[in-house]
């Protein structure tokens, strides 16, 4: 019997298996590879919705990523990012014993920035500071607070430009401010 020759092949990108279709726009070759291939959507969509919580919780004046918030944030699975950084592809420092940290900016110039980070970045939230006094910290207090001479102190306000307001002898910043900026950079 002679064989059709308008029957299409097409291969199944779960399994490998080469099939005929039934339809025209059938894609896998079974409801079994369907089924996989339906979960395996749902597990990537719940790996990036973790990702994008995770890369919002990010201050942006870190200026040091981990490895965890640095897949969270740029286009590159795990397994690419440990061997780039083997390779010293991407500059890595060692504060310690599984602490690795990763530069911003060398991530910037290797990697993409997921696309709903990049959206977030785009559209920033204007902030409003509550400069009211008993809302700030005086400089005093923040060096004492976090034990940092005034003149670093200083180096960082200006630095992270972070507002202050003068009354009196006093410069006052903002709690919020100096608290994330001394949460988030290591001393
Ligand atoms: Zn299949």
């Given at each position: 019997m002679a064989k059709a020759n308008y029957h299409i092949r097409r291969k199944?990108?779960?399994?490998?298996t080469i099939f005929e279709i039934?339809?025209?726009?059938?894609?896998?070759?079974?409801h079994n590879c369907s089924a996989v291939a339906s979960k395996r959507k749902k597990a990537q969509e719940e790996k990036e919705k973790k990702y994008e919580q995770m890369a919002k919780e990010i201050?942006?004046?870190?200026e040091y990523l981990t490895a965890a918030e640095a897949i969270a944030m740029y286009c590159v699975e795990r397994s690419t990012l440990y061997r780039d950084i083997r390779l010293k592809k991407l500059p890595s420092v060692n504060l310690?014993?599984?602490?690795l940290r990763l530069k911003r900016s060398d991530l910037n110039e290797r990697y993409e920035l997921r696309k709903k980070v990049r959206k977030a970045a785009q559209k920033p939230i204007p902030k409003t500071y509550n400069m009211e006094p008993e809302n700030c910290y005086t400089i005093g207090e923040i060096s004492e607070k976090f034990r940092i001479h005034d003149s670093s102190v200083w180096a960082h306000i200006r630095k992270f430009s972070i507002p202050t307001r003068q009354i009196g002898n006093y410069v006052y910043a903002p709690k919020s401010e100096i608290d994330k900026l001394y949460k988030s950079i290591k001393l």
């Amino acid at each position: 019997m002679a064989k059709a020759n308008y029957h299409i092949r097409r291969k199944c990108p779960i399994c490998g298996t080469i099939f005929e279709i039934r339809t025209i726009d059938a894609v896998y070759c079974s409801h079994n590879c369907s089924a996989v291939a339906s979960k395996r959507k749902k597990a990537q969509e719940e790996k990036e919705k973790k990702y994008e919580q995770m890369a919002k919780e990010i201050p942006d004046i870190k200026e040091y990523l981990t490895a965890a918030e640095a897949i969270a944030m740029y286009c590159v699975e795990r397994s690419t990012l440990y061997r780039d950084i083997r390779l010293k592809k991407l500059p890595s420092v060692n504060l310690g014993q599984r602490q690795l940290r990763l530069k911003r900016s060398d991530l910037n110039e290797r990697y993409e920035l997921r696309k709903k980070v990049r959206k977030a970045a785009q559209k920033p939230i204007p902030k409003t500071y509550n400069m009211e006094p008993e809302n700030c910290y005086t400089i005093g207090e923040i060096s004492e607070k976090f034990r940092i001479h005034d003149s670093s102190v200083w180096a960082h306000i200006r630095k992270f430009s972070i507002p202050t307001r003068q009354i009196g002898n006093y410069v006052y910043a903002p709690k919020s401010e100096i608290d994330k900026l001394y949460k988030s950079i290591k001393l």
